[in-house]
């Protein structure tokens, strides 16, 4: 089983739509980040969470400590918010820094 | 621009030989460290380094080597070209685990 797992793997919306991806993860973490890749390849860090919910625009990341689990929303979507997103754990006690990626979510919004 | 810089963007290379991937941050992060992305499978972590002078391996170290002389510079080293390496890594850096991370834009191996 994977240490982070991610849903859906594959979202489609129309435009406007509010968007929740999921991530559970099964190992104690000291803080966990939302990533955004396009295509075309780059990652960009959208959040970084520890507790609680943190908000920028129109995305919205939310996580529960105790369930183990985050959400990303985000409101009145658009096909530039097209593209994979990434949820990773930084697992608390392991090497520094290291990182654990889910597989990821392929959002697609038509317009 | 301040950021994570890779080099190259896309390379070829023939199972066998050896190559450098370049990787340069100039925000004076401590931690630096090398992924690779493979299709269906989240990144994987290759070597990391927490400091200059100071590196460590990750899940899928083989066939990789890494140093870190300077804290702006950490290069990944392809020892003998294996098709297996065949992937996108990824460079990326951060003051510390409690901060963001910032990525490089990637490289695209391809080994024939």
């Known amino acids: 089983k994977n240490e982070v797992e991610q849903s859906p793997q594959n979202l489609t919306a129309q435009e406007g739509e509010f968007i929740t991806i999921n991530c559970s993860y099964s190992?104690?973490?000291?803080?966990l980040h939302w990533l955004q890749q396009h295509p075309g390849g780059g990652i960009v860090s959208l959040f970084m969470l520890s507790s609680g919910k943190k908000k920028h625009g129109r995305l919205i990341a939310t996580i529960n400590i105790q369930e183990k689990h985050s959400s990303l929303h985000i409101t009145a979507s658009h096909p530039r918010d097209s593209a994979v997103y990434i949820c990773?754990?930084?697992?608390?006690?392991?090497?520094?820094?290291?990182?654990?990626f889910g597989k990821g979510t392929k959002l697609s919004v038509k317009p | 621009n301040a950021g994570v810089t890779q080099t190259p963007k896309f390379q070829v290379l023939k199972t066998g030989q050896s190559m450098t991937l370049q990787c340069a941050q100039d925000m004076n992060h401590e931690y630096m460290s090398w992924y690779r992305q493979d299709p269906g499978m989240g990144l994987r972590l290759i070597h990391y380094s927490v400091g200059a002078g100071i590196t460590d391996q990750g899940e899928v170290p083989n066939g990789y080597n890494v140093s870190r002389s300077t804290t702006e510079d950490f290069p990944l080293r392809l020892l003998s070209a294996a098709p297996s390496q065949t992937s996108v890594y990824f460079c990326a850096s951060s003051y510390g685990t409690g901060n963001g991370y910032t990525f490089g834009s990637g490289t695209r191996l391809t080994v024939v």
């Open positions: 990773a754990v930084v697992n608390h006690g392991g090497s520094q820094g290291n990182l654990i």
């Open positions: 190992v104690g973490i000291s803080a």
